[in-house]
């Protein structure tokens, strides 16, 4: 049974400190996602791909986030430096890309605490 | 963009009673809308979905309906039981944006008291 992974689960770190989130999309799958989960604002993009490519990631705050796919097994999400408000559960999708249907499957998860 | 409303943000249902939770979309061109179940820490997955050219599925006790001249459609949970306790969420496919963007409702957290 192919699953979305991510590492690491569970991240607390300090404000200013450099913070790195790791996603493996599905074998085959082309297209990755990552989402911000927070009470207030419920599942937000932050950006996508697709073979790789950045396709949108106008929903990330440009300053300070950072996505990118070095290769079609390794999705990263980068923030620095972290801030508090960045404290959120971060969610790694992966998807044939399928037009008009494309199943999202989605990772386990980081939590990020930031102090 | 596509826009998607979902209702309520939350229920609560006695056990072996009926949920119902409503979605609205805005741009007639989506053709695709998937359910996702959350629950508590864990991932959200796909639990049904539907495609613009059949009006409804079921899946044992999940159905999904859909009306596209309204553009909402709903998903209806029967016999409802403690552990259908989650977040759900409803998403809608843009085709008029790069294949593959879904948008989501803001959830709905359902809770079944047994």
């Known amino acids: ?37 927070t009470m207030m604002q419920g599942l937000e993009l932050l950006a996508y791909f697709r073979n790789r490519a950045p396709l949108d990631d106008s929903g990330m705050p440009k300053d300070r ?7 079609a097994t390794l999705a990263t999400l980068k923030i620095q430096p972290s801030e508090p408000r960045d404290s959120a559960v ?9 037009a008009g249907a494309d199943t999202q499957y989605f990772g386990p998860g980081t939590r990020l605490t930031v102090l | ?18 949920a119902v939770i409503k979605c609205t979309y805005s741009d007639s061109a989506s ?16 639990i049904i979905d539907i495609r613009s050219n059949v009006g409804e599925k079921k899946d044992q006790r999940i159905a999904v309906t859909l009306n596209k001249t309204a553009k909402h459609f709903s998903l209806h949970i029967t016999e409802t039981q403690p552990e259908d306790s989650a977040v759900y969420f409803c ?3 843009y ?18 008291w047994p």
């Open chain 1, 1 to 37: 049974d192919a699953r979305v992974t991510q590492t690491p689960r569970d991240k607390v770190t300090e404000m200013g400190q450099e913070v790195t989130m790791r996603c493996q999309p599905i074998l085959g799958h082309n297209t990755v996602f990552w989402y911000r989960q």
């Open chain 1, 65 to 71: 986030f950072s996505a990118e796919m070095p290769d």
């Open chain 1, 90 to 98: 971060y969610f790694c999708a992966s998807g044939l890309g399928l």
């Open chain 2, 1 to 18: 963009g596509e826009n998607v409303e979902q209702h309520p943000s939350t229920l609560s249902v006695q056990e072996g009673d009926s």
């Open chain 2, 31 to 46: 053709n695709y809308f998937p359910w996702y179940k959350q629950e508590l820490g864990k991932r959200p997955q796909l």
């Open chain 2, 91 to 93: 998403a809608a496919v």
């Open chain 2, 95 to 112: 085709r008029g944006s790069t294949l593959g963007r879904l948008y989501f409702g803001r959830g709905t957290q359902l809770t079944v």
